[in-house]
């Protein structure tokens, strides 16, 4: 039987799915969190910082000799004021009224409000600067310091905390993808430990899972499996019991209608004689149909769930087959032959009689007069095998698969066979988990037919 790779919904998939999408959500939130949190101390220190060099500023605003306000700071002073690694520095002092004192002229003017200092965002010269306003009463007069700076230095260690704050949350969703990986893995366990249970098991083995540590959720699904392991063994049985009785009903009128044309056919005189024979030998293949559509219903392993598996001497089978045939293959002046090595299998032992009888039958039906058929059981790498050979007329390359099938009989079979004997011994190679090999006779010659034993079911003789 083909294994397929159909993949369904994966439940593992679906959890890690369903703990990761909040788990990322949670860290992205906190990730915006940090950053929007952040700025505003980060604002507020570097707005300290103009609001000091404003304070300073203020310091140095005196009336000259007429009166009017005046800055008294060098240039030098003012070089340092605007000196900055990173960003452009500018200032402005008004007196009352908006008039101009010192500073750029250009600067805008935030608005005065009863906040002082007062703050505010603006655009200068092409780019954006971070304004602080700062009232005073100076010698001269109430004065206002505007002091700004574009904003290269704030956005520049933004950039490096929102930087940090997602290398930090990365490292954070890892180990977290890995904590649910372990957690879903280890949440899977118990399913995967009733998955062993069923696929360790053989076709026939229908007893119930245990239920005593599995968990909660998967428990309705493992008493419906055990519920369905009764109905397939009680069908099981019941076909089994129907199979038999079939067998013994049908087998006993048709063995006594048998005997009976046996000994009409004895006593016949012509012309009856010849319509007897005929009679008698239809019944024949009746009996023998009948025997093999018993025998393929019954080796069937979708209706034997219970099959009585022992230790069989493969060398002892061999031995009986052929010295039952060895009539029958006199009568047709073939030379039936055993090579013979003590080997035992783990099997049915009436199946393994009726697959090796069929292949037996097979070979002497299909050996002209004067060929051989040989029969042999040993070990080869390890594995234990049965094989028939025949120096017969062989089955064509193209139909050997299709000999297996039910009824198929090969293009050059001779007789009046049913179709069934190789059909029966590849039902009992799948119910022994037996490979079933079909290939030429030594020197292109005849057929041989393998079945090999997998190791796990094969003993030493």
């Given at each position: 039987?083909?294994k ?5 919904p994966s ?6 799915t ?17 950053y929007?949190a952040s ?17 300073a500023?203020?310091a140095?605003?005196?009336?000259d000799a007429?009166?009017n306000a005046?800055?008294t700071?060098s ?5 340092l004021?605007?000196?900055d ?8 002092v ?15 003017q935030l ?11 603006a655009?200068?010269?092409?780019e954006?600067?971070?304004?602080v306003?700062y009232?005073?009463?100076s010698?001269a ?11 290269h230095?704030r956005?520049h260690?933004?950039?490096r ?14 180990l977290?993808l890995l904590?649910?990986?372990l957690g879903?893995r280890?949440?899977m366990v ?17 007893a119930?899972?245990p239920?005593?540590?599995?968990p ?7 008493k419906t ?11 099981g049985s ?8 079939a ?12 005997a009976q044309?046996?000994?009409?056919a004895?006593?016949?005189t012509?012309?009856?004689h ?5 009679v008698l030998d239809?019944t ?5 149909t ?14 034997n ?6 230790s ?5 089978l ?5 010295t ?11 030379d039936?032959?055993?090579?013979i090595?003590?080997?035992r299998?783990?099997?049915v032992?009436?199946?393994l ?8 039958n ?8 004067g060929g051989?058929v ?8 390890g ?5 028939v050979?025949?120096?017969?007329i062989?089955?064509p390359?193209a139909?050997?698969q ?6 198929f009989?090969a293009s050059?079979?001779?007789?009046t066979?049913?179709?069934l004997g190789?059909?029966?011994?590849d ?6 988990g037996a490979?079933l090999?079909i290939?030429?006779?030594?020197d292109?010659?005849?057929t041989?037919?393998?079945l090999?034993f997998?190791p ?6």
């Open positions: 039987m083909r397929t790779n159909e993949r369904g439940i593992r998939r679906r959890l890690f369903l703990l990761l999408i909040p788990a990322a959500l949670v860290l992205a939130a906190g990730t915006a969190t940090d929007l700025r505003s101390p980060l604002r507020d220190a570097y707005d300290q910082a103009l609001i000091d060099a404003a304070i500023i203020a140095y605003v005196e009336p007429e009166g005046t800055l700071l240039p030098h002073a003012i070089a004021l605007r000196s690694s990173s960003d452009s520095i500018y200032f402005q008004t007196g009352a009224n908006a008039r101009y004192i010192a500073g750029d002229a250009g600067l805008p608005h005065q409000n009863v906040i002082n200092p007062a703050r505010g965002d655009v200068y010269g092409g954006r600067i971070r304004m306003a009232r005073a009463m010698a007069g109430p004065i206002v310091v505007t002091v700004a700076e574009t904003m230095k956005d260690t933004l950039n905390i929102l930087s940090s704050a997602l290398l930090v949350d990365a490292a954070q969703l890892s977290v904590l649910i990986w879903v280890l949440a118990p399913l995967h430990h009733v998955e062993r249970q069923i696929g360790s098991r053989s076709p026939r083995d229908l119930a899972l239920t005593t540590a599995v909660v959720e998967i428990l309705s699904l493992v499996i055990n519920r369905l392991f009764n109905v397939l063994r009680d069908t019941a076909q089994r019991r129907f199979l038999e009785s067998a013994h009903q049908l087998r006993t009128p048709l063995t006594g209608v048998q044309l046996e000994l009409l004895a006593e016949a012509e012309p009856n010849e319509r007897l024979d005929r239809a024949r293949r009746l009996a023998h009948t025997h093999q559509l018993l025998t393929l219903a019954r080796s069937d392993e979708a209706a769930l219970n099959w009585d598996f022992t069989v001497d493969l060398a002892q061999v031995e009986s087959i052929v039952q045939r060895l009539a029958t293959a006199d009568l047709a002046g073939i039936l032959g055993a090579q090595e003590p080997v299998a783990r099997g032992a009436w199946l009689e009726e697959a090796l009888g069929n292949l037996v097979n070979a002497i039906a299909h050996t002209p007069n051989s040989t029969v042999q059981c040993g070990r080869e790498h594995a234990v095998f049965l094989e050979i025949d120096t017969g062989g089955i390359p139909e050997r299709h000999v297996l099938e039910r009824f009989r050059n079979a001779r007789g066979g049913t179709g190789l059909a029966i011994v039902e009992v190679a799948q119910l022994h490979g090999a290939n030429s006779g030594p292109g010659r005849g041989a037919i393998r090999t997998p796990e079911i094969t003993t030493s003789g």
